[in-house]
Structure formats: structure tokens, C-alpha cells
């Protein structure tokens, strides 16, 4: 009797685990749970065997803080922005973070895309993806490696659609004088506030300045062009995100005037050119010897020489 009662014990504890797994349902189990990625970043797939999870949150691996960002849909439409990330079902998860970053896409239930942009922090960076489902939980880890950084290989100047010149008057030196007989007096005609010649590049690519020091690289810089065609000057200009500025050498020239007895007043206006033209910043990778092109623009500003002098009334 007792052996009867043993058995039958054994045999409802063992219902009663299979029931309970069966009520579990399909564990999450990621093909992958950790990722290690090179600076360059790139693209990781991973598969579910379920449907049936979340993304609850996202931590920063170095902090243990959670992660903001924008949330979109598949569409592109934006959810949410600048806000925790998570995400219930299918869409893409941006985080914000500069000179690195991330975004995943779960374009299919069951699978979810981890795409990790170019790391130019300068360290390594790390994230936990946290899924969940009903009862269950598990965690991915992505680590991306720091970057050896890019050695500087060329700058090319070109004329793109929509470069070009564009010409301006400004106000320039301004004379009063009140004088007992009419004589000539020496002016400055080119003269005023910021006579100089400046220069400016900029573009939209996030790590256009961060390879390089801000004063480590001088490029000869445009000294005019004709059609598509650029030719360079002497001149050296240092690639980087601010403004550059110098007196301009047309502030020196002196123009004789002739001034009537009595009081009077001249001043001057000079023609200022503001010059756009396309560049290329050629880099090659430390670690794998690619080469890496970032376009942007040049924005140069300098008197032409031309002005007028102007009796005030």
C-alpha cells in the first residue's frame, strides 16, 4: 500500500512540473546574448524562437543609467522623443549619444536587428538590452571596441550644385573733418568693423572634425575657380569647425580724397565676396587601412578690392 502511495505521489509531482512548464510557455532564448563589435560598427541579427517578449529598457553598461532616445515606428513615424527606451512590438529604438550610438529595428517579431554606428567616443561603449515577456526575462550585452582613429590622407576642393560666389556691399570707413581751406587728405576707404578675410568648413557628418585636432592639418586653401574646375593658392588654411579669420592685406590701401573748406563727411562702401564650395576629407582607417570620404563645404568671406567713396550730405 504504501509503495502504491509513493508512486502515485511521483507521478502528480511530475504532472504538476510538466503542467507548470507547459504554462511557462517558449522561453525567449536570443540566439545571441552578447555582442562585441568593432569601432566601425556594423550590423548584428538575432532570432527568437518566440513572439512573445518585450524590450523593457536599455542600461549604458559603464553607469548602469538607462539610455534615452527617439522612438519610431517601422515607418519612420515618430512615436516618442527623447525619452527612456523601450519598446512593446514591432519598430526602431535611436538612441541619442554623440560620437556614438545605436539603433534597433524589430522589423519581424520574432527577430531584432542591432545596428551600431561608428564609435568615435575615444572608449568603449556598452549597452544591456533587457527583454521580458509574461514570466521570463534575459538580458543581451553589446560591446563595441574604441577606435584606433584615421590618418589623414587628402583634401579635394570641388564645385557642387548650388556653389558658387555671391557679391555684397558693406559699409566701410566713415571721415568727418572741418578743415579752414580745401586740401587732400590720406583715407582708408577699405576700413571698419571686421575688414578681414575669413574661412569657415562645415558639414553635416557627425565625426567630420573628430579624427583630426582641430590644428594638426593644413590644406592649401581656393584661390578662385572657373567652370568645375578649382585652382588653389598658396595659402594654407587649418581644416576645422571654426571660424578662421585674419585682417585682410586690402585694409591697407590708401586712397588721396580732396576735402572742401568747412565741415564735411565722407564714407565708403567695399564689394565682399562670400565664396561655397564642396570638399572631400579623405582618412584612412588605422586598424583596417580603408578609406573613410567626408564631404562638406567651404565658406570663404574677403573684400574683392573694389569700393567707392561717398561724400555725406
Same mark, same amino acid.
Request: proline share 3%.
Given at each position: ?27 525567449? %532564448? ?7 563589435? &568593432?569601432? &566601425? ?13 518585450? $524590450? ?7 553607469? /548602469? ?5 527617439? $522612438? ?7 512615436? /516618442? ?7 512593446? #512590438? ?24 542591432? !545596428? ?11 549597452? !544591456? ?23 589623414? *590622407? ?9 556653389? #558658387? ?5 558693406? !559699409?566701410? %570707413? ?10 587732400? $587728405? ?5 576700413? #571698419?568693423?571686421?575688414?578681414?578675410? %575669413? ?13 583630426? *585636432? %582641430?590644428?594638426?592639418?593644413?590644406? !592649401? ?15 594654407? #588654411? ?7 579669420? &585674419? ?43 580603408? &578609406? ?22
Amino acid at each position: 500500500m504504501m509503495k502504491n502511495f509513493l508512486l502515485i505521489s511521483v507521478i502528480a509531482i511530475s504532472i504538476l512540473f510538466s503542467c507548470t512548464d507547459h504554462e511557462e510557455g517558449p522561453h525567449i %532564448s536570443p540566439s545571441i546574448d552578447h555582442i562585441e563589435m &568593432e569601432a &566601425e560598427g556594423g550590423m548584428q541579427q538575432i532570432d527568437f524562437p518566440s513572439t512573445d517578449w518585450k $524590450i523593457d529598457r536599455i542600461e549604458n553598461v559603464k553607469s /548602469n543609467t538607462r539610455i534615452f532616445g527617439d $522612438i519610431l515606428t517601422l515607418e519612420n513615424e515618430r512615436v /516618442n522623443e527623447n525619452v527612456l527606451l523601450e519598446l512593446e #512590438g514591432e519598430g526602431r529604438l535611436d538612441a541619442i549619444w554623440p560620437n556614438k550610438g545605436f539603433v534597433l529595428v524589430r522589423d519581424v517579431q520574432s527577430k531584432l536587428d542591432v !545596428r551600431l554606428k561608428e564609435n568615435s567616443s575615444g572608449e568603449r561603449f556598452g549597452f !544591456r538590452i533587457f527583454l521580458t515577456s509574461a514570466d521570463q526575462s534575459t538580458t543581451i550585452t553589446v560591446s563595441q571596441k574604441a577606435s584606433q582613429g584615421y590618418e589623414f *590622407k587628402g583634401l579635394d576642393f570641388h564645385v557642387s550644385e548650388a556653389d #558658387g560666389d555671391s557679391l555684397y556691399w558693406k !559699409r566701410g %570707413s566713415t571721415v568727418k573733418i572741418n578743415v579752414p581751406y580745401s586740401q587732400e $587728405i590720406e583715407f582708408t576707404p577699405i576700413g #571698419g568693423i571686421d575688414v578681414s578675410t %575669413s574661412y569657415l568648413f562645415s558639414s553635416d557628418a557627425a565625426d567630420a572634425f573628430v579624427w583630426l *585636432k %582641430s590644428d594638426s592639418v593644413k590644406v !592649401r586653401l581656393p584661390a578662385h575657380f572657373q567652370e568645375d574646375e578649382v585652382f588653389l593658392g598658396e595659402d594654407k #588654411g587649418i581644416y576645422s569647425e571654426y571660424l578662421q579669420s &585674419e585682417l585682410s592685406d586690402f585694409s591697407n590701401i590708401k586712397e588721396r580724397i580732396t576735402v572742401p573748406s568747412g565741415e564735411s563727411a565722407f564714407r565708403s562702401e567695399y564689394e565682399v565676396r562670400r565664396r561655397k564650395l564642396s570638399y572631400s576629407l579623405l582618412l584612412t582607417n588605422n586598424r583596417t587601412g580603408e &578609406e573613410k570620404i567626408i564631404k562638406g563645404k567651404l565658406i570663404q568671406i574677403a573684400p574683392t578690392g573694389k569700393y567707392e567713396v561717398i561724400l555725406m550730405e
